[in-house]
């Protein structure tokens, strides 16, 4: 069996530091063998530099997946093409820098992973995710003899999520939602094989709203006039999913949702 590991998106300093200061025992304690994390709200809360893409690779994450927020850091662009283990959406227009799938080999087999974002109240609204995911995925089968595949789909709604769940029973092994930042109940294996959680949640501060401060948001809510909203601070919260896969039908036989509080003085500075 290969043991996945997938983090929800990672918010911040606070996130990433967490993350990156945590994974080497999370690796070891739970028996993982492959870590994916959608690191899109990794630089202040809104996308991701190469730097930080390093270090999250450097503590062991395989592949990182992002959503909308990919290009709110301009550095991101030209590493994308030089760093095919950083993945944007799939359903971008062909030409769109980056690539939106990759198979990397294993002790335990080819793993792909596809990265595919959301249309229903996301901008920008891009190609249809379930044409472009059934196709990527097939080829990956196909053509990269990847019996492991694990998708990200970064969207908003939780028909969405669950619909293409659905869809891609059996054909691929898992699909997690990402992008509301609050982890679901709903982990399941359909009937075809593949693992389902509609949304894997995130790595950020406990005491926020989606990761930032709470009293700006509030503000906001209550106002309705625009505020700003700082990345927040103090313990984080790692959430995520554990999925255990047969190696040789690349069916999932498990699914775990991951939790795990970090207080700011576990985190190595």
């Given amino acids: 069996m290969l043991r996945i590991l997938f983090l929800g998106d990672i918010v911040g300093e ?43 690779m450097r503590a062991g994450v395989a592949v990182i997946t992002t959503g909308d927020h990919i290009w709110d850091q301009a550095e991101i662009v030209d590493f994308l093409g ?19 799938s990759i198979v990397l080999e294993t002790a335990k087999g080819r793993v792909g992973v596809i990265n595919a974002q959301g249309r229903t109240f996301m ?10 995911v059934e196709l990527e995925a097939k080829r990956l089968r196909n053509e990269e003899g990847a019996h492991i595949i694990f998708l990200d789909f970064h969207a908003e709604t939780t028909s969405e999520k669950i619909a ?22 709903d982990e399941q294996i359909f009937e075809g094989g593949t693992a389902f959680l509609t949304d894997a949640g995130m790595c950020g501060p406990l005491y926020s709203v989606l990761g930032r401060e709470v009293e700006p948001v509030v503000e906001r ?8 909203f700082p990345v927040a601070k103090g313990a984080v919260g790692l959430r995520g999913v554990i999925v255990e896969i047969d190696e040789n039908t690349g069916k999932a036989v498990r699914i775990n949702r991951f939790s795990r509080d970090i207080e700011p003085e576990d985190v190595k500075k």
């Fill in 14 to 56: 606070p996130g990433r530091k967490a993350v990156i200061s945590t994974l080497p025992l999370v690796k070891e304690e739970e028996a993982i063998d492959f870590i994916i994390a959608n690191g899109e709200n990794s630089a202040g809360g809104r996308g991701i530099t190469p730097r930080i893409a390093i270090d999250l």
């Fill in 82 to 100: 030089l760093e095919p283990r950083v993945l944007r959406p799939i359903n971008y227009p062909e030409g769109t820098p980056g690539s939106g």
């Fill in 123 to 132: 901008q920008p609204p891009l190609e249809n995710p379930f044409l472009a």
């Fill in 164 to 185: 293409m769940g659905r869809s891609l029973d059996g054909l691929v092994s898992a699909v997690v939602g990402t992008h509301t930042h609050v982890q679901t109940a």
């Fill in 221 to 228: 809510f209550r106002t309705a006039t625009p505020r700003r």
